[in-house]
Nanobody
Framework: QVQLVESGGGLVQAGGSLRLSCAVS????????MGWFRQARGKEREFVGA????????YYTSSVKGRFTISRDNAQNMAYLQMNILEPEDTAVYYC???????????????????WGQGTQVTVSS
């Protein structure tokens, strides 16, 4: 059974940085496209970015492009979301997700990902 566990969330001031981690247990991590999503209170879950199997391609939503970076370490079964220049609008619960079909970072819908972590809270104060 594959499990995803996020960590690294917390409270940070605007302009600060956080790095979220996603530990994936189970088999064949290297064939999962990994996505990061977030859900602010009262809003729908939204796509943040994703990375393909090898880490060669990434894709980000426009609001985080240039500030957030997704990476992965297939040897350690880990995915990461480095968040810089954080803004209060980035406050949300952040989720990592895995997709086993198709080696692409361009899947942006919630329905495209079958496996999800429990989420980690990120709060950015102004």
């Amino acid at each position: 059974q594959v499990q995803l566990v996020e960590s690294g969330g917390g409270l940070v001031q605007a302009g600060g940085s956080l790095r979220l981690s996603c530990a994936v247990s189970g088999r064949a991590f290297s064939v999962y496209s990994m996505g990061w999503f977030r859900q602010a209170r009262g809003k729908e879950r939204e796509f943040v970015g994703a990375i393909d199997w090898t880490g060669e391609r990434t894709y980000y939503t426009s609001s985080v492009k240039g500030r957030f970076t997704i990476s992965r370490d297939n040897a350690q079964n880990m995915a990461y979301l480095q968040m810089n220049i954080l803004e209060p609008e980035d406050t949300a619960v952040y989720y990592c997700a895995a997709r086993t079909l198709g080696n692409s970072p361009y899947y942006t819908s919630v329905d495209a990902y079958a496996l999800w972590g429990q989420g980690t809270q990120v709060t950015v104060s102004s």
